[in-house]
């Protein structure tokens, strides 16, 4: 149960008072809350160094205007760090005319840049940022990005768990913007997965992500030649491509399939792709932009091989192997850790990468089956004394909710004064909340969608957030 309020008569006065001035100005009060989008948590410091969990839904247009509208000031942070930092070298311009003619996958990632350019020619009109001033900060991963990954399942986990998946980015801190860890859950409405990746604001392409089948996409540096002709995919979009391509819900498809998708590609940067799909189902992509004509760019994949610690656990590194041998620049103990055959827990797996590194940012994931895995993350913040975020620990549920998001008490969709007796309930007699709710009139809504700041409790922390999200 979820503690109830110390002084319940207090909290009402307060909610009703909130809840009154909110309903009178006809909008929410704060900046936790825009169409379509909803800060879950988010701690920064002064200089922006911290994180930020958000989730957007809705179509690409609208998943990138709320993205916009409430991380707006950090997108143009990260835009013109970016600018200043390929400036040095007077190269923004050209990489400018570069991401202009390459490929971008699926075709609704054009309608998220237009939105974020709208939505920032409004809030931000003196910044003057493009589509391709976006474009140029999404595509970070081509310059470099070395990495440590590696998952299992079978013997090495214990029911309910079923694959677990850790990767590590072990890249550099080009600018300060990315001392600022976003973890976006994302909900479109055309059909495809819903997934979470792990990156900085603004960035809508993939360079650690995993997606509601528990398949882990990531990009490793391997063979880094650089093809920057009309007409190429940069590998931060091949991710982000395949991992919202299959649908199919026999996951032992999903690879084959994407593969094969990919092979119609040619790649800007050469790379080792992760697509860890769970239970053995996934494997890793190989691709270089000067593979032999008529040879496809994606011109290698590599699967579980029995040989490799009974074929039920991979690792992914920077440098090759066919799955058969551990690859020469591996550092972590992957190789003592599996040859210990016992059930391996959430927090080894992630223990056995953090560890043995200082990545700029961390993901595991506890896969039990489609939509219902754990998932943790964490940022390293570059303030000269070693530190990181806090561990982000989060259900897959709590990212996305039964609902439209959090504070819908009624499940209709959205947050409106339908909800505001159901919150105070909740808010002033938790238990009594709880026994209505198992009855009518809402059996199907999850009560504690009331926790809106999720902090698993629901007092007087959660009456500003509620208020935030009222809908206009």
């Known amino acids: 149960m979820k503690p109830q309020t110390d002084d319940p008569s207090c909290l009402m006065i307060v909610a009703c008072s909130f809840l009154a001035v909110a309903v009178t100005l006809g909008r929410g009060v704060g900046t936790a809350r825009a169409q379509n989008g909803l800060i879950l948590d988010q701690q920064l ?4 160094r911290g994180y930020t969990v958000l989730r957007v839904w809705g179509s690409h247009y609208e998943m990138g205007y709320a993205q916009a509208s409430l991380l707006g000031d950090y997108i ?3 835009v013109n760090e970016t600018e200043a930092y390929l400036n040095q070298f007077g190269m923004y311009d050209t990489v400018r005319g570069i991401m202009a003619t390459a490929v971008w996958m699926p075709t609704g990632i054009e309608d998220e840049f237009g939105a974020v350019v709208d939505c920032l020619a409004t809030t931000h009109p003196q910044e003057n940022i493009d589509e391709l001033d976006l474009k140029v900060a999404c595509t970070a991963g081509e310059w470099l990005y070395g990495c440590r990954s590696h998952t299992c399942w079978g013997r090495y986990v214990a029911e309910p768990t079923r694959t677990l998946s850790t990767r590590r980015l072990d890249f550099q801190t080009l600018y300060a913007s990315m001392n600022h860890h976003v973890l976006c859950a994302r909900d479109p409405d055309d059909g495809s997965p819903r997934w979470v990746n792990m990156g900085w604001a603004g960035i809508v392409t993939v360079a650690t992500g995993v997606n509601e089948f528990g398949t882990v996409a990531s990009l490793h540096d391997y063979y880094c030649n650089t093809d920057f002709a009309a007409g190429r995919m940069p590998r931060m979009v091949a991710c982000r491509y395949a991992l919202t391509l299959a649908t199919d819900p026999d996951i032992s498809t999903h690879l084959g399939s994407v593969y094969a998708e990919l092979q119609n590609y040619e790649i800007m940067t050469g790379s080792f792709i992760n697509y860890y799909v769970p239970e053995g189902h996934g494997g890793v ?12 760019d994606f011109y290698h994949l590599r699967v579980p091989q029995e040989v490799w610690h009974h074929g039920e656990a ?5 440098a090759w192997t066919d799955g058969t041998y551990t690859p020469m620049d591996e550092n972590f103990g ?7 055959e016992t059930p391996k827990t959430l927090e080894s797996h992630w223990d056995l990468l953090a560890e043995a590194g200082d990545g700029l940012h961390q993901l595991s994931i506890a896969y039990r ?4 895995m754990t998932i943790w993350g964490d940022g390293r913040l570059d303030d000269g ?16 909710g039964t609902a439209s998001q959090l504070g819908d008490m009624n499940c209709d969709g959205d947050v409106t004064t339908n909800d505001i007796s159901h919150f105070v309930q909740a808010l002033i007699d938790w238990d009594g ?7 009518d009139p809402y059996p199907t809504c999850d009560p504690w969608l009331a926790d809106i700041n999720d902090d698993d409790a629901v007092d007087g922390l959660d009456i500003q957030a509620f208020v935030d999200a009222l809908v206009p």
């Open 45 to 48: 410091d002064a200089n922006n």
């Open 76 to 78: 143009v942070q990260g």
């Open 285 to 296: 992509m190989t691709c270089n932009p000067y593979s032999a004509e008529p040879d496809p």
């Open 314 to 318: 991979m690792i992914t590194t920077n």
């Open 334 to 340: 992957a190789d003592a850790y599996y040859d210990d």
């Open 369 to 372: 089956g489609r939509e219902d």
């Open 385 to 400: 004394m070693g530190g990181r975020t806090p561990r982000l620990e989060y259900e897959w549920g709590a990212l996305f």
């Open 433 to 439: 909340y709880v026994a209505d709710h198992d009855g």
